[in-house]
């Protein structure tokens, strides 16, 4: 196990060094970088225009002297040498220096702390109610399979799943945002402009008003995917040697299921516990976040490739490629932790 461990985590760098290798890479060849765009900017306002107005008709750095922008690309470190700017990012991201944002001039990890919350709240609340909801909903379809209740579920989750997280949001807004019938739910934000001024047990309430619509448009996709996992895998250990004869023996259908059936058909679910739920803490939906107004993880991460803001989106992928890699390794050592049959003995 120690071996297989080991050997993980060794596996683990060069996966990240050529992860990161060719994002950067892909970022060299990406017209319009940060230095073009304030080029753009200054000559926009060099000419007594707006900014923004002149950015669209760049034409090069005609406009300004050429020892300027020498000065910019200095400023952004892009007159060195692109392997020597790799391995200097590299070197800053063993010690977690991610540097600071071309475009939100702020520290990279102060700016993702600062989006963090929005994230979290859609991730981990979209990860209780998927978890809590589908698994005891699964083994009811699985121990009624063929029923009217199964059907009728069935018929509801998969129109559920059939429906964007996107489209589902503007059709709560519609019907409980203030459109053409309900005004029950706020629109924008995570918590209301006076949520200062309120009580403790004003300010959780006040919260969980504003999370309600979006932690349904975003958990109700994930909530048909594991319902249905949680059903099939149930039912096919439902159908196997050991059940029958098990209930041959005189036990009951309650000592079945939940003392021979639970422990063998929870396997798939429990085993990717872990990476849904560390990724629940920094995955964000761009349409969700855009929709309902909230600054989390997916919007910035947008913003960010839009905007050529590369410390963050190199910073962001550094971090989230090591979550990412972490929790897979956490999702394959559940399999023994679960199941004590399983070993990686004949791995190592």
Request: hydrophobic share 45%; proline share 4%; net charge neutral.
């Amino acid at each position: 196990m120690i071996f297989y461990i080991l050997k993980r985590v060794a596996l683990m760098i060069p996966t990240l060094i050529g992860v990161m290798l060719i994002t950067f890479t892909v970022t060299q060849f990406v017209p319009g970088g940060p230095v073009e765009r304030m080029v753009a900017e200054m000559e926009g306002l060099g000419k007594g225009g707006e900014a923004g107005g002149t950015t669209s008709f760049y034409r090069g750095n005609s406009g300004l002297d050429s020892s300027r922008v020498e000065t910019l690309r200095e400023l952004y470190g892009f007159d060195k040498p692109p392997l020597q700017r790799f391995l200097t990012m590299m070197k800053n991201y063993l010690v977690l220096d991610f540097g600071s944002s071309y475009y939100y001039h702020q520290s990279v990890v102060d700016l993702v702390i600062s989006r963090l919350p929005v994230s979290m709240s859609l991730g981990l609340w979209s990860f209780f109610i998927v978890y809590g909801f589908c698994i005891p909903l699964g083994i009811t379809k699985a121990v009624r399979d063929g029923s009217r209740f199964d059907i009728l579920t069935s018929t509801a989750i998969l129109i559920g799943y059939a429906i964007p997280g996107f489209v589902l949001a503007i059709v709560l807004i519609v019907l409980f945002g203030g459109g053409s019938f309900w005004n029950i739910f706020p629109l924008r934000g995570l918590v209301s402009d006076n949520w200062a001024e309120m009580g403790l047990l004003q300010k959780i309430l006040d919260y969980l008003w504003h999370m309600v619509l979006p932690i349904i448009s975003s958990a109700v996709g994930s909530l048909a995917v594991m319902t249905l996992l949680t059903k099939n895998s149930f039912l096919e250990e439902i159908r196997k040697q050991y059940v029958l004869t098990a209930r041959a023996k005189g036990l009951s259908e309650q000592q079945v299921l939940y003392k021979h059936v639970f422990r063998n058909g929870i396997i798939p679910i429990i085993t990717g516990f872990p990476g849904y739920f560390i990724a629940s803490f920094f995955t964000g939906s761009l349409l969700i976040e855009t929709i309902f107004s909230l600054n989390g993880m997916g919007l910035l991460a947008y913003q960010s490739v839009l905007n050529r803001d590369y410390p963050v989106v190199l910073g962001t992928l550094y971090f989230f490629t090591i979550i990412g890699l972490v929790s897979r390794l956490l999702s394959d050592l559940s399999y023994v932790f679960v199941d004590p049959r399983i070993s990686f003995d004949s791995v190592e």
